[in-house]
């Protein structure tokens, strides 16, 4: 079973400013199958970036996602203030089955 | 626009059987798979597994003892159990669709605390 592991834990930014985030796998994630989400407090999960890179329907562009095989980052290239909450990774394994990371909160500096 | 909206009793004692319904709008079962993922106050999301509209499924195997899923066509509802609940389980529950590897629509999600 993969393991994701996202770092930091939490990441204290300002608005405007770049937010790096991080999820990276005990082992090869078959097809780039990695998907992203923001979770508010008090709501569910919604989905950002599917296949490692690819917006959701509605997503601004300042999000990106990259990446492939056991490494990849979601960037929010300046951030809004509705941006800060919690960031997910997600994969698709072989089983087939799914595994959430830990969480990236963003929060307010 | 397919909406997802969970049902089920909030509280369930220790030992029993913690049974939710998912509610599809918007949309036919057909064509995908249906997860369910917890979340304990607080802590990260968990898969709990999915189903598909024809009956198969995939648990996560830590829970595989504990689990069944299943789905009701003409009702467009699929169905979590979960037996011998202890404290471990109180979690927000939410149910969500998947498409390929990925889940893009989700329920609201509803508490469940296991509690006597």
């Known amino acids: 079973e993969i393991v994701l592991t996202q770092s930091p834990g939490t990441l204290s930014l300002s608005p405007g400013e770049r937010a790096t985030l991080s999820c990276r796998a005990s082992q090869s994630v078959s097809s780039s199958y990695l998907a992203w989400y923001q979770q508010k407090p008090g709501q569910a999960p919604r989905l950002l970036i599917y296949d490692a890179s690819n917006r959701a329907t509605g997503i601004p562009d300042r999000f990106s996602g990259s990446g492939s095989g056991t490494d990849f980052t979601l960037i929010i290239s300046r951030l809004e203030p509705e941006d800060f909450a919690v960031y997910y990774c997600q994969e698709y394994g072989t089983s087939p089955t799914l595994t959430f990371g830990g969480g990236t909160k963003v929060e307010i500096k | 626009q397919v909406q997802l909206q969970e049902s089920g009793p909030g509280l369930v004692k220790p030992s029993e059987t913690l049974s939710l319904t998912c509610s599809v709008s918007g949309g036919s079962l057909s064509s995908y798979y249906w997860s369910w993922i917890r979340q304990p106050p607080g802590k990260g999301l968990e898969w709990i597994g999915y189903i598909g509209h024809s009956g198969s499924t995939n648990y996560k195997s830590s829970l595989k003892s504990q689990v069944t899923m299943s789905v009701d066509r003409s009702k467009n509802q699929f169905s979590l159990r979960l037996t011998s609940v202890t404290a471990a389980d109180t979690a927000v529950y939410y149910c969500?669709?998947?498409?390929?590897?990925?889940?893009?629509?989700w329920g609201q999600g509803t508490l469940v605390t296991v509690s006597s």
């Open positions: 969500a669709r998947m498409y390929s590897s990925f889940l893009d629509h």
